[in-house]
DNA sequence: GGTTGAGCTTCCAGTAGCTGGAAGCCCTAT
DNA sequence: ATAGGGCTTCCAGCTACTGGAAGCTCAACC
């Protein structure tokens, strides 16, 4: 199969599929021609990939999963150890940008949004804390 | 005053600070030696980028911001369509990550992280759609 | 006066994860 | 034969810094 067709069943962008594979995640044949020929196997990592990828793993969480996932000996605690991880990662994210939305949204509701020149947003940012 | 005095008083690393005169959001004056001299002005400007970019404001926010914070003849109006155009992108990442956060949540709490393989969090990401 | 160490400078490279574009080969259809 | 689309590689650029090397400057100490 043919790049055009992977990038088709899978979703993912052809630029993504080479990087992916200039990267090391997925090493598909190549064809006479210099054509990438990609397996039935190359398109289920690539689509396990791009899931991942959705669920907002690093690359380097997706090399190791991938790993894991090939990997009949695993134990699942590795796995579990790094979806934990990232998720504690995610739900710190989720309180930062709770932050900021509750901030923001303070200031964009106080702000008249006119064409006076007084703004509560301004005023906060440059508050002198200095 | 030198960069390390300005890097302590606004708590922005000095490399940021050298970083942000780089692309233009400050022009410190330069002292006979070469060094920056900065002023109580380019203190306040940094101090100020660096509360924008705590809200998670880009850079070109930052500069645009600035220019409007500097601009006696400015309307509220536009700095608040920056704001409020940077909240609905906040609340956008803030809707995706919850979702992550859900699903994550539910499959690490579905995977038993014991030394057995089967593991539920790579089945979903296994899952084929294709 | 000499030396040492900290602080300053510039410049280059690297980070994450792609994405765009150029130059050029290959394949199929007309 | 030629036109087009698809494929290839390689290089550059995106965001917002950050690390490190090489080298100048300054203040302090002996």
Redesign the pocket.
Known sequence: M????V?ERTG?????I???EDIGLITPA???????KFSESDLHKLAF?GRA?HLG??????RNLLALWGDNGRSSADVRAIAQSHLEQIEAKLKELAEMRDTLARLVHCCAGDNRPDCPILEDLAQTHI
Do not use: A
């Not at 190549?30 to 054509?35: C, H, I, K, S, V």
């Open positions: 043919n790049i055009k067709d990038s993912l962008p052809s630029k993504t080479r990087y992916y190549r064809g006479e021609n210099g054509y990438r990939v990828r793993f690093s690359i380097e969480d997706c």
